[in-house]
């Protein structure tokens, strides 16, 4: 399994940025696509969750009504739209895949977001 996030940069604060992860060999048909954030000298936070079918959805409290998770109707693609971003926010942007039926969990190389004025 192969995950490749994109779309990061530099946005002021209350700007737009939208995250992209291509993921290929997957070959299960039940899994989760899932983004993560790392803050500088901070622990991973769990971002927003999106199942394979793209029906179920589940967000971090800190994002909540501001951060949206979808899926390309091929399921090769999970896009983070964030809008409405705080300086908080600045983190590296991690994609993430886990695998239920054998517990395996994939991750992305990151992708640097970064809130300034």
């Known amino acids: 399994v192969q995950l490749v996030e994109s779309g990061g940069g530099l946005v002021q604060p209350g700007g737009s940025l939208r995250l992209s992860c291509a993921a290929s060999?997957?070959?299960?048909?039940?899994?989760?696509m899932r983004w993560y954030r790392q803050a500088p000298g901070k622990e991973r936070e769990f971002v927003a969750l999106i199942n394979d079918d793209g029906d179920v959805t589940n967000y971090g409290d800190s994002v909540k009504g501001r951060f949206t998770i979808s899926g390309d109707n091929a399921k090769t693609t999970v896009f983070l739209q964030m809008n409405s971003l705080k300086r908080e926010a600045t983190a590296v942007y991690y994609c993430?895949?886990?695998?239920?039926?054998?517990?395996?969990?994939?991750w992305g190389q990151g992708t640097q977001v970064t809130v300034s004025s």
């Open positions: 993430n895949v886990l695998i239920p039926f054998t517990g395996s969990v994939y």
């Open positions: 060999g997957i070959t299960s048909g039940n899994y989760f």
